[in-house]
């Protein structure tokens, strides 16, 4: 260990820090030799006489007052006793041959003529004797002064007090606090790995324990959990079957687990461990505890009140804490990287039953989002950190959950979920139910469970509450800090402590915490608001043992049968068992409109909730209730009200649980938020190159301050400056400072985000995709006309109701799925206006048991709906069963898109021109719904209850098509050609007719008025393109494609479109990838093939989907960016939510995406330029010459410049328009290297430029500051000469100007000067460095220690120095005042500087220039972008 120390410390025993390259003073500016120069303001040593008669008259004794006698350090006291004379350098009287006293101190400084530094001491004491009378004024240097050196047995009359240096004390390293310290590293080097055979011993089959689980329930009984059913009810679903480690095998990792799987493996305590784990938080403590006492023993807070005082010396103290510092370092690092896995690597690994602690590993999964091809390094460097994960399992995450136990029942909680423990399999699991699988099965349950049924449930499945943890601020404080970056600035700050930078230290270690209070109240603040929407629960009645008992929600279990209330909280996921409900599904969906809630038919139907056509019947957690009824259920004749007794206390509606907790779609949401996936942007992946491209050149400027200056001890820690300077702490945070601003400026446009990351990925969204109604169009649907069909032929689109034939208007009237609450209608847009067209009204009070709605005419006619079949995504239609009051006849009615009722219809009842006269109306623009009947006659309501759907649709005649307009926004033109005018394609997906929506797309600009659309449908299940104007075949499509790309134009000429049914044979054939970006509408898309449409989009380039968060759910969560036109609460429907239901809301929001990660790589760009400038410029520049700029210079730039105009950068306004293109999104691509790089060029230029100026001026050379005789160490005294000066000028300029340069925002922000804040600041920045470098001497000037000097010193040079007051000088002239002249010449170089970096950055990096260098690239190797028709 010793041996170390001295390796690491003693790199020279004797050093000088002196430039390498030339030789400080040696000539003039005319290349002659420098005059040796006299220097003034040295002070004379003490004189020692044998009697104070013997004291020249200068210094002689003054005669003492009376009362006080003179001693023999030459001054008068009372006393005489412990009076110590300085002449015995604190040696006895008797060691000396005669005794000597001393004379009073010369108070006054002496000038020494031709001073040379090798002679200094004998000058000084010849210029003193000379002033005093001892030395003739004519004798010159090298005569005898007849004044004798200290000696103790010297004799002379007079001699000088110049005392023998004292040994400095030195550690030995075999004192006492060095032997503890060595014992207690020893002991806890031994105990380490004494815990480590014990543990590997009790270990030694832990491989066989370990159990391999999936997170997600099964859909199927899993053998092991069947025996274990108790249930009468429901079947117990676990997860799939945990994975036995084979015997032979004992090396399975988290590495190795596929998707979805994580591996468990049980821990419990051991009191050895817990010794071994306080001690390493101990040790922990124990290292920073041991950096702050080095730290407080340098400025002598810990022995005595005296420096060094436990270290003995500067030296070995320098060496000591070099030492720690690497020691602790290590330490701390290790300490982060193993944080997650310590606990338990200081406990017994054992079989799963036995723990008392789970820990479950799993693999984060990572979304990698880039652009193009990225650059070789980019690459390399990602294999190689892709490598080293996986090698490490740094791509592994450990969790460890505490086990619990309720009874003989032993769980975990993971993430929210219960898991349990099943004996037979002996892996803990998690747990679902599955209830029923049709109506009928799940009616079935209406009687709810008992209390024994019901606890063994809760104690599967868990508490239907989602517990969110939220840390106290302190705590959330500590987990802030406990990271890299925060040890990294905490590593550099004891160096800065230590090295006397306490000042500068103290006002880093202010931002530092300011800014993290800021960001753990921001966090806390966004987990206080998930903790609000997840911990939800209330009372509610529920059937329990046969009876209502009420119950809390988290007491709820799947099974359970609950009454419903109006305005009650939905806290399940379920179906409707009785009556009917009305619930607002805004905060799931997104959809602003009630959804009406149907109760369970009494059938054999096939329910699951996740298809469309069980949503009809099922309610789900987070969802409010507005409105709920006690219409009849199901089927009337077969109904659940005739299987139980009327009960006048029965509540009249109910939902049975299906699902609780993490199960429900709530839950899984919430979880997302809590435990999201990771997604990787280009940005992510350049930063690692950046740090390592940074880091390396932090390597070489730390090699660079080491050997300028000296290769000492010293230098070491000026090497460390370098290094923090080189890689700034603030980095990380100024890439998410954009992202933050960006956000801030969407809320206020009320546009919501709940994920950061994404808005710089909205910068880079080239594909933009909408669904048509609601998004791109109104909402709402207008009632146009219906359109008759007689005898297979079309009659004329009428639009007044009542001329319909009443067969027609029944039609109309009943063929919907709208019902009236509260006298507002609620239902399908489509469906209500539909309704309100035809005047009829909804009677509440049934005439009959078998209806489910009464529908009274205008006339008051009347007619009672009997069945009612919800519409279907998969079918394209619903249908009804009505009963005319009148003749007794029951009619059926199905009405759809018109295709689908094309194909169930009777074939005789279709017109021949049927296909012509509806495309013709999608081509107006126009909804196009068919409507057919049939009449069965007078029949028993029971049995048409017992009809199947498909027998009651059968044979249906087409007897009149419906016409609804849906109308433009009228800002989706605009908006659709500002995207394309900002190099964005704009595709519809959309559930709506081709044709239709062809209409749409040209009506909004999005298909050009000229351009040709080519329909592709399945026609004999062959894919047949037609032009939808002429209806023509294309034979070729890809030659019509071909054709049009060798056109040269940003507008397609050819438009695709495709039905859902021909782009899903596209995808068979494999020809989707192909055509894709030349398809403009996809058509009659279900939810699901809108998430496969963006799916593809999202393998091409970066995809936006923007919908109104209907059927749009899916879709807007799995594109790169969603947008949803909603009102709903932004975390819940998709990662970006609007309040404004405009699609120019895309448009702000790909601006404001734009400006945030322009804004971004700015803030990037000013911090390397800010390493560029400090770490080579300015660091290295004063190491070569053994200078260091004025510690006022250093607060200002760290402790409030960088930040104050890192803020002022993010203030940059964004852009009123869309440019086209985007910025680029690379932190080591050619256009951020070519701006940074190219301002550092032109910054050393002018640097070095200022400085080959300064050595061109007679009034610097031969007053060069030399070093060679000043400790290093103290670097606050190397700022007092001109090389200091004229470093810290230009570098304050150009690390100012650098904000100016950053600021300008090309097309993705406004003008520079709308940048108020940074305006402001870098104005009143720059006055200030100007103030500083040309006014005359003064006192704030003097703070920079800039142009100033000693007070007489100053005067001398004929300047007023009444308000200068600071400590004086350390060099030869005692000032480093630039002549005027020279002050502007060099000013004007400064300003000559901040132009061209402005002009470089505006016409060069931004300006035609770059572009067309740009332009050259691509011509020459092509654009790895991949090029489409906007």
Same mark, same amino acid.
């Given at each position: 260990m010793v041996r170390y120390l001295v390796l690491v410390t003693g790199l020279a025993s004797v050093a000088y820090a002196f430039p390498a390259f030339n030789v400080p003073n040696s000539v003039n500016v005319d290349g002659d030799t420098c005059p040796v120069m006299d220097r003034s303001g040295l002070m004379c040593p003490v004189l020692c006489v044998r009697d104070f008669n013997n004291c020249p008259d200068l210094i002689q004794p003054s005669e003492c007052p009376a009362g006080e006698q003179l001693c023999d350090d030459g001054a008068c006291y009372d006393s005489c006793d412990n009076v110590e004379n300085p002449c015995l350098c604190g040696m006895s009287a008797s060691d000396f041959d005669v005794l000597y006293k001393a004379c009073p101190s010369y108070s006054t400084s002496v000038t020494v003529k031709q001073y040379n530094l090798s002679t200094k001491q004998e000058q000084i004491e010849f210029a003193c004797a000379q002033t005093w009378g001892l030395v003739s004024r004519n004798a010159t240097f090298g005569s005898d002064t007849s004044v004798a050196l200290w000696a103790t047995n010297e004799t002379a009359t007079t001699m000088w007090n110049e005392c023998p240096l004292a040994a400095e004390p030195k550690l030995s390293f075999t004192e006492t606090v060095c032997l503890a310290f060595y014992g207690i590293i020893g002991a806890e080097v031994l105990l380490y790995i004494l815990w480590h055979a014990y543990k590997s011993i009790r270990e030694r089959h832990a491989a066989q324990m370990r159990r391999v689980c999936s997170q997600l329930p099964k859909t199927q009984v899993s053998p092991s959990v069947a025996s274990d059913k108790q249930y009468e009810k429901g079947v117990v679903q676990s997860g799939p079957s945990s994975i036995d480690v084979p015997m032979s095998d004992a090396t399975v990792s988290a590495s190795q687990l596929p998707a979805g799987s994580m591996l468990l493996r049980g821990y419990k305590n051991d009191i050895a461990g817990l010794f071994m784990y306080g001690l390493t938080l101990l040790s922990t403590a124990g290292w920073i505890a041991l950096l702050m006492i080095i730290v407080l023993d340098y400025y002598g807070k810990v022995k005595g009140g005296v420096a060094y005082g436990l270290l003995a010396n500067s030296n070995d103290s320098m060496s000591v804490f070099i030492f720690v510092w690497h020691l602790a370092a290590i330490w701390l690092i290790a300490m982060l990287a193993c944080k997650r896995r310590l606990r338990n690597y200081f406990r017994i690994e054992c079989s799963l039953p036995q723990a008392r602690v789970v820990q479950v590993e799993e693999r984060q999964e990572e979304v990698i989002m880039t652009e193009g091809r990225q650059n070789r390094l980019t690459q390399l460097v990602t294999k190689a950190y892709n490598a080293v994960v996986l090698k490490f399992g740094l791509n592994i995450v450990a969790e460890s959950c505490a086990t619990q136990h309720i009874g003989a029942n032993q769980f975990i909680e993971y993430r929210c979920t219960r898991y349990v423990f099943i004996e037979k399999a002996g892996s803990f699991e998690c747990h679902a139910f599955v209830l029923g699988e049709t109506h009928r099965s799940l009616l079935d349950c209406h009687n709810g469970l008992t209390s024994a049924e019901a606890d063994a449930r809760l104690t599967r499945v868990g508490e239907n509450f989602i517990r969110v943890y939220v840390p106290s601020f302190p705590v959330g404080l500590l987990q802030e800090l406990f990271s890299y970056t925060y040890l990294y600035q905490m590593m550099c700050l004891f160096v800065w402590f230590y090295f006397n930078y306490f000042k500068l230290a103290l006002v880093q270690l202010c931002v530092i915490l300011i800014s993290a209070f800021i960001k753990v109240f921001i966090r806390l603040r966004s987990e206080r608001r998930v903790k609000m929407l997840a911990e939800r629960r209330n009372q509610c009645r529920v059937r329990r043992n046969g009876v209502w008992v009420d119950l809390d929600t988290a007491d709820l279990v799947p099974g359970d049968v609950v009454a419903v209330e109006a305005n009650m909280e939905v806290m399940c996921d379920g179906c409707v068992l009785r009556g009917e409900v009305v619930v607002d599904e805004s905060s799931l969906t997104g959809e602003a409109m009630p959804v009406r809630k149907l109760p369970?038919?009494?059938?054999?139907?096939?329910?699951?909730?996740?298809?469309?056509?069980?949503?009809?019947?099922?309610?789900?957690?987070?969802?409010?209730?507005?409105?709920?009824?006690?219409? =009849?259920?199901?089927?009337?004749?077969?109904?659940?009200?005739?299987?139980?007794?009327? /009960?006048?206390?029965?509540?009249?509606?109910?939902?049975?649980?299906?699902?609780?907790?993490?199960?429900?779609?709530?839950?899984?949401?919430?979880?997302?938020?809590?435990?999201?996936?990771?997604?990787?942007?280009?940005?992510?992946?350049?930063?690692?190159?950046?740090?390592?491209?940074?880091?390396?050149?932090?390597?070489?400027?730390?090699?660079?301050?080491?050997?300028?200056?000296?290769?000492?001890?010293?230098?070491?820690?000026?090497?460390?400056?370098?290094?923090?300077?080189?890689?700034?702490?603030?980095?990380?945070?100024?890439?998410?400072?954009?992202q933050s601003v960006a956000a801030d400026r969407l809320r206020r446009q009320q546009i919501f985000c709940i994920d950061l990351p994404r808005i710089n990925l909205c910068g880079k969204v080239r594909l933009m995709l909408f669904d048509k109604t609601g998004t791109l169009t109104h909402s709402g649907m207008q009632f146009y006309s219906v359109q008759e069909i007689a005898n297979t032929t079309f009659g004329n689109a009428e639009q007044n109701i009542e001329k319909l034939s009443d067969q027609i208007q029944i039609g109309l009237a009943s063929c919907h799925a709208a019902t009236e609450i509260d006298q507002q209608l609620?239902?399908?847009?489509?469906?209500?206006?539909?309704?309100?067209?035809?005047?009829?009204?909804?009677?509440?009070?049934?005439? /009959?048991?078998?209806?489910?709605?009464?529908?009274?005419?205008?006339?008051?006619?009347?007619?009672?709906?009997?069945?009612?079949?919800?519409?279907?995504?998969?079918?394209?239609?619903? =249908?009804?069963?009505?009963? /005319?009051?009148?003749?007794?006849?029951?009619?059926?009615?199905?009405?759809?898109?018109?295709?689908?009722?094309?194909?169930?219809?009777?074939?005789?009842?279709?017109?021949?021109?049927?296909?012509?006269?509806?495309?013709?109306?999608?081509?107006?623009?126009?909804?196009?719904?068919?409507?057919?009947?049939?009449?069965?006659?007078?029949?028993?309501?029971?049995?048409? =209850?017992?009809?199947?759907?498909?027998?009651?649709?059968?044979?249906?005649?087409?007897?009149?098509?419906?016409?609804?307009?849906?109308?433009?926004?009228?800002?989706?033109?605009?908006?659709?050609?500002?995207?394309?005018?900002?190099?964005?394609?704009?595709?519809?997906?959309?559930?709506?007719?081709?044709?239709?929506?062809?209409?749409?797309?040209?009506?909004?600009?999005?298909?050009?008025?000229?351009?040709?659309?080519?329909?592709?449908?399945?026609?004999?299940?062959?894919?047949?393109?037609?032009?939808?104007?002429?209806?023509?075949?294309?034979?070729?499509?890809?030659?019509?494609?071909?054709?049009?790309?060798?056109?040269?134009?940003?507008?397609?000429?050819?438009?695709?479109?495709?039905?859902?049914?021909?782009?899903?044979?596209?995808?068979?054939?494999?020809?989707?990838?192909?055509?894709?970006?030349?398809?403009?509408?996809?058509?009659?898309?279900?939810?699901?093939?809108?998430?496969?449409?963006?799916?593809l989009h999202m393998e091409r380039a970066v995809t936006a989907m923007c919908g109104d968060g209907g059927n749009d759910t899916g879709a807007l969560r799995a594109a790169h960016v969603g947008i949803a036109l909603s009102e709903a609460e932004a975390s819940i429907v998709s990662p970006f939510s609007s309040a404004n239901p405009s699609i120019m809301s895309c448009v702000t929001l790909l601006r404001e995406g734009r400006a945030g990660l322009a804004t971004t790589l700015a803030a990037y760009k000013f911090l390397v330029n800010y390493a560029v400038v400090m770490a080579l410029l300015l660091e290295v520049t004063q190491f070569y010459f053994s200078v260091i700029v004025p510690e006022a210079v250093w607060i200002m730039v760290d402790g409030f410049t960088t930040s104050i105009m890192i803020l002022s950068i993010t203030q940059a306004q964004t852009a009123k328009k869309l440019a086209p293109s985007r910025p680029t999104g690379q932190l080591i691509g050619a256009h951020t290297l070519a701006s940074i790089w190219g301002q550092a060029a032109i910054n050393i230029a002018f640097l070095y430029g200022s400085i080959g100026l300064l050595f061109a001026q007679s009034w610097f050379r031969c007053n060069e500051f030399d070093s060679s005789d000043i400790d290093t160490s103290l670097w606050w005294l190397l700022g007092d000469n001109y090389e200091a000066e004229v470093i810290s000028i230009v570098c304050l300029f150009q690390f100012i100007n650098a904000a100016g340069v950053y600021n300008f925002g090309y097309r993705y922000r406004r003008v520079w000067a709308t940048n108020y804040l940074l305006v402001l600041m870098y104005s009143a920045f720059l006055a200030v460095v100007s103030a500083i470098a040309l006014a005359d001497p003064n006192r704030f000037g003097c703070v920079f220690r800039i142009n100033c000097g000693n007070t007489q010193t100053v005067r001398d040079l004929g300047y007023s120095a009444s308000t200068v007051h600071i400590s004086e000088y350390n060099n030869p002239l005692g000032h480093n005042v630039m002549p005027r002249q020279f002050r502007w010449t060099l000013w004007a170089m400064c300003v000559v500087n901040a132009v061209v970096c402005l002009a470089y950055e505006k016409l060069v990096v931004l300006g035609p220039v770059g572009r067309r260098v740009k332009a050259w690239w691509v011509a020459k190797h092509g654009d790895s972008k991949i090029q489409f028709k906007l």
């Open positions: 369970l038919k009494n059938e054999a139907i096939a329910y699951d909730p996740q298809n469309s056509a069980s949503k009809a019947y099922s309610v789900y957690a987070g969802t409010r209730v507005l409105q709920c009824t006690g219409s =009849s259920y199901g089927s009337a004749p077969t109904s659940l009200d005739t299987m139980v007794p009327v /009960d006048s206390a029965e509540p009249q509606t109910q939902i049975l649980v299906l699902r609780t907790r993490t199960a429900t779609d709530k839950g899984k949401l919430i979880q997302r938020i809590l435990f999201p996936i990771r997604y990787s942007f280009v940005l992510d992946e350049q930063l690692r190159v950046s740090i390592l491209a940074l880091l390396a050149y932090g390597g070489v400027v730390f090699g660079l301050s080491i050997w300028l200056m000296g290769a000492d001890r010293t230098s070491w820690y000026y090497g460390l400056f370098v290094v923090s300077q080189a890689f700034p702490p603030l980095l990380p945070a100024a890439l998410v400072i954009g609620i239902g399908n847009p489509v469906d209500v206006e539909q309704f309100q067209a035809t005047g009829w009204r909804i009677e509440n009070n049934r005439e /009959d048991a078998h209806s489910l709605d009464t529908l009274i005419a205008p006339d008051h006619r009347t007619v009672h709906v009997v069945r009612r079949f919800e519409f279907e995504h998969a079918r394209q239609s619903m =249908s009804v069963a009505v009963q /005319d009051a009148a003749t007794r006849h029951v009619h059926v009615f199905v009405k759809g898109s018109f295709e689908r009722i094309k194909k169930i219809a009777r074939v005789d009842s279709v017109p021949a021109d049927y296909d012509a006269v509806t495309a013709a109306w999608a081509k107006q623009g126009c909804y196009v719904l068919a409507l057919a009947h049939r009449d069965l006659g007078e029949m028993d309501l029971g049995s048409v =209850s017992r009809m199947p759907r498909a027998q009651l649709e059968a044979g249906c005649s087409l007897v009149s098509l419906l016409l609804f307009r849906n109308t433009l926004k009228e800002d989706t033109p605009q908006a659709i050609a500002e995207l394309r005018g900002g190099d964005t394609r704009s595709v519809m997906v959309t559930g709506d007719t081709a044709l239709t929506a062809a209409y749409i797309a040209r009506e909004c600009g999005m298909v050009d008025a000229t351009a040709r659309v080519v329909l592709g449908t399945i026609e004999d299940d062959a894919l047949i393109w037609r032009d939808t104007a002429t209806d023509k075949v294309v034979d070729d499509i890809n030659a019509e494609i071909c054709a049009v790309t060798a056109q040269d134009s940003q507008v397609s000429q050819v438009e695709l479109a495709v039905t859902e049914a021909a782009f899903n044979w596209l995808i068979k054939s494999g020809q989707i990838r192909h055509l894709l970006l030349h398809i403009r509408i996809f058509a009659r898309m279900t939810p699901q093939g809108k998430i496969t449409c963006v799916n």
